[in-house]
């Protein structure tokens, strides 16, 4: 994809949706922390669902920890993974309060050495919750930026740095939820909704869909 047609294929997706917020309810940094650890492999309809009635009850670090890690279980229980997923957010809770005031750091390395937490969810975070000009490559950005041809690459790690490197400052900020609300409800995996995409005309993919 030329510079223009990226600029455009942007351009194209903040006209429709200036200002893209993520999926997941949360209401501070930490809870979006937990529902990011929460998603792996999981809708965010799913963890919506789950964290609806846990943060009533454990809506901070000390709160969770107080809670336990046996019934953190149960709120989190119709979620998969949920044994190991538990166990991460009850670890990280207890190192965000011996480390970090309880608080959640706007820092990717202090981020990445909590349980359950990687360079995605890292970028997530630090994306969402602070505003860091960062993209998080999910398995639906994977698709999208090697799809279009907005940024190829054999590894998320390959596509995040080619979409650091060739989408414009103006659209750092949104970037990532654009593309992942793109590939989630348009450019799917199995049929890809060409017709009614925004960007069409700007992709490269050779076997698009076009009829209704």
Not at 57 to 63: F, N, R, S, T
Not at 113 to 130: D, E, I, Q
Not at 134 to 148: C, E, G, M, S, Y
């Amino acid at each position: 994809m030329t510079p223009a047609a990226i600029r455009s294929f942007y351009s194209a997706l903040r006209a429709a949706n200036p200002e893209p917020r993520t999926e997941l309810v949360y209401a501070t940094p930490y809870q979006l922390l937990v529902a990011v650890i929460l998603s792996a492999q999981a809708t965010d309809r799913s963890v919506n669902v789950a964290t609806a009635e846990l943060f009533r009850v454990a809506p901070d670090a000390a709160a969770m920890l107080k809670l336990g890690e046996a019934r953190l279980k149960h709120y989190i229980r119709t979620i998969g993974l949920f044994n190991s997923k538990a166990s991460h957010i009850s670890a990280a809770s207890r190192l965000l309060l011996e480390r970090h005031q309880g608080e959640v750091p706007d820092d990717r390395a202090a981020l990445e050495a909590l349980p359950g937490v990687g360079r995605k969810s890292a970028n997530v975070v630090l994306n969402t919750a602070f505003g860091a000009e960062t993209i998080a490559v999910d398995t639906h950005l994977f698709r999208v930026a090697n799809r279009t041809g907005l940024a190829k690459g054999a590894t998320p790690r390959a596509v995040e740095e080619r979409l650091l490197a060739v989408t414009p400052k103006e659209f750092m900020r949104h970037a990532h939820h654009w593309l992942i609300l793109l590939g989630r409800y348009t450019c799917k995996a199995r049929r890809p909704l060409c017709a009614q995409c925004l960007v069409v005309r700007y992709c490269n993919f050779k076997q698009k869909v076009l009829e209704k």
